[in-house]
């Protein structure tokens, strides 16, 4: 099994930044990719970004990119999501998932952290 343990959420006012970091523990060696989800009240967890387990390759959401960069320590288990120039609207609970070798979904989930941007 996998873990998956979010920080870094809080408040911050519209052109700050925050950097969440998702520390994974357990079978690590599972994983192939790893990725970060939102969900604001009222909507759907939506994709903000993803990355490969070697971080060759990323994604981004087009509602981030040029705003927020993914980027993972292998030596350390940990992905971070670095956001900047935040908005109201990026304000959800962010969750870091990930994806199993030859699974077509994210297996794993973190418990979510809030962050809050206000005008």
């Known amino acids: 099994q996998v873990q998956l343990v979010e920080s870094g959420g809080g408040l911050v006012q519209a052109g700050g930044s925050l950097r969440l970091s998702c520390a994974a523990s357990?079978?690590?060696?599972?994983?192939?990719?790893m990725g970060w989800f939102r969900q604001a009240p009222g909507k759907e967890r939506e994709f903000v970004a993803g990355?490969?387990?070697?971080?060759?390759?990323?994604y981004y959401a087009d509602s981030v990119k040029g705003r927020f960069t993914i980027s993972r320590d292998n030596a350390k288990n940990t992905v971070y999501l670095q956001m900047n120039s935040l908005k109201p609207e990026d304000t959800a609970v962010y969750y870091c998932?990930?994806?199993?070798?030859?699974?077509?979904?994210?297996?794993?989930w973190g418990q979510g952290t809030q962050v809050t941007v206000s005008s």
């Open positions: 998932a990930g994806q199993s070798s030859g699974s077509p979904k994210y297996d794993y």
């Open positions: 357990g079978r690590t060696f599972n994983i192939y990719a």
């Open positions: 990355i490969s387990w070697s971080g060759s390759r990323t």
